[in-house]
């Protein structure tokens, strides 16, 4: 009991500065998740606390690794293994809209799940 106490106790004193160094949008950003819209095709994406992700694109699914750090959330993936780091806006919460430049896919749109 003593121990799975003390675990716990150590998982949310190394969770909690990640959180901590993030934006409110991202905050929302990967606990929401998002549908990202680019050349006019969705794509969902589910982000985990472990800094794993996954999504679909057109029925192609496929994971990768997230940080953030401040404004911006950096992420690779299986169909993208180069890191990118996208700056994202303050002050948005779910349900909310917005545009980014992603260095790889341009001016993308952004849906923050509800």
Same mark, same amino acid.
């Given at each position: 009991?003593?121990?799975?106490? %003390? &675990?716990?106790?150590?998982?949310?004193?190394? =969770?909690?500065?990640?959180?901590? +160094?993030?934006?409110?949008?991202?905050? #929302?950003?990967?606990?929401?998740?998002? %549908? &990202?819209?680019?050349?006019?095709?969705?794509? =969902?994406?589910?982000?985990?606390? +472990?800094?794993?992700?996954?999504?679909? #694109?057109?029925?192609?699914?496929?994971?990768?690794?997230?940080?953030?750090?401040?404004?911006?959330?950096?992420?690779?993936?299986?169909?993208?293994?180069?890191?990118?780091?996208?700056?994202?806006?303050?002050?948005?919460?779910?349900?909310?809209?917005?545009?980014?430049?992603?260095?790889?896919?341009?001016?993308?749109?952004?849906?923050?799940?509800?």
């Amino acid at each position: 009991m003593i121990r799975n106490l %003390v &675990l716990a106790a150590a998982v949310t004193l190394v =969770a909690a500065p990640a959180m901590a +160094d993030m934006s409110d949008t991202l905050a #929302a950003v990967t606990t929401k998740g998002v %549908v &990202l819209t680019t050349q006019g095709y969705g794509i =969902a994406i589910t982000y985990a606390e +472990d800094g794993t992700y996954s999504g679909d #694109a057109m029925g192609t699914v496929f994971t990768g690794k997230w940080r953030a750090e401040g404004d911006e959330l950096c992420t690779s993936s299986s169909m993208s293994p180069t890191e990118t780091c996208t700056t994202y806006p303050e002050g948005k919460g779910a349900g909310d809209s917005f545009e980014v430049t992603n260095p790889t896919l341009g001016k993308v749109a952004v849906k923050i799940n509800e």
